[in-house]
């Protein structure tokens, strides 16, 4: 086994594989761009499958070839008894007040500091509006472009005038030049922009980390990104204090309370279920002991009677979120959902939810997990923001109110762009209420009801009616299977013909990292 993997592993074996793999991909892209992905990203995984799948303690008892090692394989049916065990009795969805506050999510912001006003918007590299005669606008440019320096100033400008309580700052700083990453290029942007929320904003901020902030992209080593973590250290210290700071120090999560509104908010590090973070192929088990720790933190809110929103950038449902993990996090929702009144995540640039099934049988859903959409472009949409509003008394949401810039008339103004409110949930699709169970509703409509449908994709898409394309019947149920399900395998099982090609990308990306399991000495 280890001659083996001193052979895979030689430096020739591996330069022959990965100039195979540049000249596969460059069949469908530029050169440069598959050569640069192939040497950020090809060592880092191939490093970590070695690692794993030419480990003689690790294979030889999966081949049945020896006793010992011993790996215990998870069982989810186990967790779920052991969590929900202790579980009260679930609250009904309270009646709410006129007395109201408002907390400001945006997420995915990618701004590029290269962006040209005027370049080309289809230059037929994976990022544009950087170079060439074009008509990248001035506030961005719905394409393959992200927003520019200017656009952000816009924002900070004009939420600061807002009545807002706090700003949870969701992840995804840096552009998407992902072939061309470079670790300290791509810190700049969290730099530059980290002072730009302290020049305009004297509210409290909460921030976390989205995969395109670590480096290489998605790669987040438990343990091991003193790097990373020291330069988010000293960028947000003054944001979430001394014992907030030292816990985010050691793997990238936290827990603090918001003392003018009394929300605790817990930050939480999603690449430690990334399926896409290669260090995690040689163990996947609640990487960092991260879940773990969640389940503490919320037990000691449960305790202390403090209302929780919990902060990811990977929502559960999407590709990129390992099943099994996705599935325990599902069991911990069930078993607090008294105490979770928010779950705000990005990532996937849509305007969607997730809605997360009960356990308990014959019971309402357990909660919703809401990704807003990104204030970047690049998946050909608007700059986007959004303000939770939610009830003083008892803190239950009330409202989703969403501003979007319309780049189709902002970008005739060079002097100045204002951010407006496109729409709030309750006008736009008619719902009684923020519970689980009207947005399960609001599920079903967009499956059944082509106007609620076509609406609902428009808005999903940060883009306007006369914008969007038509969302025919295949467009409805996927958007269903999507809103309708918390966790990815369950999306594709809804709708197995429009997700196929994301399953099996997200089933290979789950069959590299493996089944949860626990060694056994």
């Known amino acids: 086994m280890d001659a083996l993997k001193d052979t895979i592993g030689s430096n020739a074996f591996l330069d022959t594989g990965a100039d195979i793999l540049v000249g596969l991909c460059s069949l469908f892209e530029h050169h440069e761009v598959c050569k640069g992905l192939v040497d950020i990203y090809g060592p880092g995984y191939t490093d970590n499958i070695l690692a794993k799948f030419l480990n003689a303690d690790y294979i030889c008892p999966k081949i049945g070839s020896c006793a010992h090692p011993e790996y215990l394989l998870d069982n989810l049916t186990?967790?779920?008894?052991?969590?929900?065990?202790?579980?009260?009795?679930i609250q009904p969805w309270p009646q709410v007040g006129n007395d109201t506050f408002f907390v400001l999510q945006v997420t995915d912001m990618h701004i590029d500091f290269f962006y040209q006003v005027g370049s080309e918007v289809d230059c037929n590299y994976p990022l544009c509006c950087r170079s060439g005669n074009g008509t990248a606008g001035y506030w961005g440019s719905r394409a393959s472009c992200d927003s520019p320096p200017q656009t952000a100033i816009a924002f900070l400008e004009q939420i600061k005038t807002l009545p807002i309580s706090f700003v949870v700052w969701t992840g995804d700083n840096p552009p998407h030049d992902v072939w061309a990453y470079e670790r300290e290029k791509e810190m700049n942007v969290t730099k530059k922009l980290t002072q730009m929320f302290k020049d305009y904003?004297?509210?409290?901020i909460f921030p976390i980390i989205g995969n395109h902030d670590c480096f290489p992209m998605d790669f987040f080593q438990?343990?091991?990104?003193q790097i990373l973590l020291g330069n988010l250290t000293e960028l947000w210290g003054e944001w979430l204090g001394p014992e907030q700071i030292q816990q985010f120090s050691q793997n990238g999560y936290y827990s603090a309370l918001e003392p003018t509104t009394g929300f605790r908010i817990i930050g939480l590090n999603n690449q430690l279920g990334d399926n896409m973070n290669g260090w995690l192929i040689p163990n996947n088990t609640d990487p960092a002991g991260m879940l773990a720790w969640l389940r503490g933190e919320l037990y000691q809110a449960e305790a202390n009677n403090e209302p929780v929103i919990i902060l990811g950038h990977l929502p559960h449902g999407d590709k990129y979120v390992d099943s099994t993990w996705s599935r325990h996090f599902r069991t911990l929702v069930n078993r607090f959902q008294n105490t979770i009144r928010g779950q705000f995540f990005g990532h996937t640039h849509q305007?969607?939810?997730?809605?997360?099934?009960?356990?308990?049988?014959?019971a309402d859903p357990a909660g919703v997990y809401f990704a807003a959409p990104s204030f970047g472009t690049y998946s050909n949409q608007n700059p986007s923001f959004r303000l939770y509003e939610y009830d003083v008394k008892t803190h239950h949401l009330v409202n989703i109110h969403q501003y979007r810039l319309p780049l189709y008339s902002a970008n005739q103004n060079t002097e100045s762009a204002t951010f407006e409110e496109v729409f709030n949930f309750k006008d736009e699709y008619g719902m009684a209420d923020m519970s689980p169970l009207s947005f399960s509703t609001l599920a079903d409509q967009v499956l059944n009801d082509e106007t609620v449908g076509q609406t609902f994709y428009a808005n999903w898409l940060a883009q306007y009616p006369f914008e969007a394309k038509k969302c025919d019947k295949k467009c409805q149920k996927y958007l269903y299977c999507r809103l309708s399900n918390d966790v990815?395998?369950?999306v594709f099982a809804c709708d197995e013909e429009a997700g196929f090609g994301l399953y099996v990308f997200g089933l290979l990306l789950e069959s590299l990292q493996g089944q949860w399991e626990y060694l056994i000495e």
């Open 201 to 204: 904003l004297q509210v409290p």
């Open 78 to 89: 186990q967790y779920e008894q052991q969590v929900l065990q202790d579980m009260p009795p």
């Open 488 to 490: 990815f395998n369950d």
């Open 351 to 362: 305007d969607e939810f997730f809605v997360i099934h009960s356990l308990i049988p014959g």
């Open 222 to 225: 438990p343990g091991h990104e």
